[in-house]
């Protein structure tokens, strides 16, 4: 009965476990740059909740999307590598049937120059395996994307970065 129980208990803090994954990016300006921010991630079943607080930015739309490298210490955040693109998809927007995992909702800063954003992100992971994000990078840039440009939506430089742990 004992070992019974175990099992079940087991099971349900499996699921809830997982349900409750989290992570942060803590974004900071690139070099010459003033964007700084936060994004969180919750996991939520199959999506991840994504919840997006910057300051810093020129108004206007910019693109926003994860990277493959959990690193941005190159100056200019080149380090960080391309679009996460773990399909093999060519770059688009994140509402269309085909894009990079790694392709974002455009960010679009008032005119302060301050952005807020929360959306659902999917089918990306917190839970491991080929889609997760956990120790990669989120990348804003100046310009908006156009989410037709190849490889990356002609979305200008890289004005901030931050690890995703």
């Keep these: 009965m004992r070992s019974a129980l175990a099992i079940v208990a087991a099971a349900l803090c499996s699921t809830a476990c997982a349900q409750g994954t989290s992570a942060v ?42 990277h493959e490298k959990g690193d941005c210490s190159a100056p200019d955040a080149t380090s960080a590598g391309g679009h996460f693109n773990p399909t093999g998809q060519p770059h688009g927007d994140p509402k269309g ?40 990078s989120v990348v804003v840039h100046a310009d908006a994307d156009d989410f037709r440009t190849q490889p990356a939506g002609n979305s200008g430089a890289r004005i901030a970065c931050g690890v995703i742990k």
């Design 25 to 66: 990016a803590t974004l900071a300006p690139t070099a010459g740059n003033s964007a700084a921010g936060t994004v969180s991630f919750a996991q939520q079943g199959e999506t991840i909740l994504v919840t997006v607080d910057m300051t810093g930015l020129k108004p206007g739309p910019h693109g926003f999307h994860v």
């Design 97 to 136: 049937a085909s894009h990079h995992l790694g392709d974002m909702p455009m960010l679009v800063a008032d005119a302060s120059g301050n952005a807020k954003l929360k959306f659902e992100f999917g089918p990306a992971t917190l839970r491991g395996g080929p889609y997760d994000i956990v120790g990669r």
